[in-house]
């Protein structure tokens, strides 16, 4: 089927007034950014200045659009894992000029997104030297029957249908229990006020507990852009871009 995809390529002139462009010869490195439930491959531009943050960075920038799916091959609707994880970077390298190195690739998201940028990361870790969630949906086995703020049961049907998520591919917590020695970076920030915040703390305890690395930003805040809009900014000065000019 037809979808889409918001694309942001570096420029390494100031073309435009009061925006300067950045970025080092040959291939630029690449972020894949991703969107929430309720939202669309064009949320990132409309509701933060993603934009203007990356200019001086040569950083491009791939929002994908994978409607309601968790990034995940539905049970009862379309492969969004498989677009996801095969053919969109193919497909992106086909048409942009993009590194296609691991010390230059990387992933976010928030929300659902968040989710979907650390279960990319865990399932596929050498495609990344770096993931980070924003307010991710980080333990949805979790989530599915949580007492006060429980997943859509129809989202959860289209989804997964019958299939058992806990311990199995499409749970994050279980992707971390049993990842190897070579994972990217991992940044988690969650508002103390989130409505997922219980869902973060539990990945950072398994993390902590398994000796994996993980930057954690545990502040105040709620599920909102004003918060997303504000951390955006610190995962981009987090990534370890190379920054030679």
Request: hydrophobic share 40%; net charge neutral; charged share 30%.
């Given at each position: 089927m037809g979808t889409a995809m918001t694309v942001l390529?570096?420029?390494?002139?100031?073309?435009?007034?009061?925006v300067a462009g950045g970025g080092s010869a040959g291939d630029p490195p690449v972020l894949y950014l991703l969107h929430g439930l309720t939202d669309d491959d064009t949320i990132?531009?409309?509701?933060?200045?993603?934009?203007?943050?990356v200019a001086p960075l040569g950083l491009a920038v791939v929002m994908p659009q994978v409607q309601r799916s968790f990034y995940t091959d539905e049970a009862h609707g379309?492969?969004?894992?498989?677009?996801?994880s095969e053919e969109l970077p193919e497909?992106?390298?086909?048409?942009?000029r993009l590194s296609d190195r691991r010390a230059d690739t990387f992933v976010a998201g928030l929300s659902m997104g968040g989710y979907g940028a650390m279960k990319w990361a865990?399932?596929?870790?050498?495609?990344?030297?770096?993931?980070?969630?924003l307010s991710g949906a980080l333990d949805v086995a979790h989530r599915r029957r949580h007492p006060t703020s429980p997943m859509d049961p129809a989202v959860w049907h289209t989804?997964?249908?019958?299939?058992?998520?806990?311990?199995?591919?499409?749970?994050?917590?279980?992707?971390?229990?049993?990842g190897g020695a070579d994972l990217p970076a991992l940044y988690v920030a969650c508002g103390t006020e989130d409505f997922l915040y219980e869902d973060n703390t539990r990945f950072v305890e398994?993390?902590?507990?398994?000796?994996?690395?993980?930057?954690?930003?545990?502040?105040?805040?709620?599920?909102?852009?004003?918060?997303?809009?504000?951390k955006i900014q610190d995962v981009l000065a987090w990534l370890p871009l190379r920054r030679d000019g």
């Open positions: 390529l570096p420029e390494r002139s100031s073309a435009g007034i009061g990132w531009t409309r509701r933060t200045a993603i934009e203007r943050y379309n492969r969004y894992w498989t677009f996801l497909v992106c390298r086909s048409f942009f865990l399932r596929q870790p050498g495609r990344f030297a770096a993931a980070a969630s989804v997964w249908g019958d299939r058992e998520v806990a311990d199995a591919d499409d749970d994050t917590v279980a992707l971390l229990e049993r398994t993390a902590r507990r398994r000796g994996v690395p993980v930057t954690v930003d545990f502040s105040p805040g709620d599920h909102d852009w004003g918060y997303w809009d504000a």
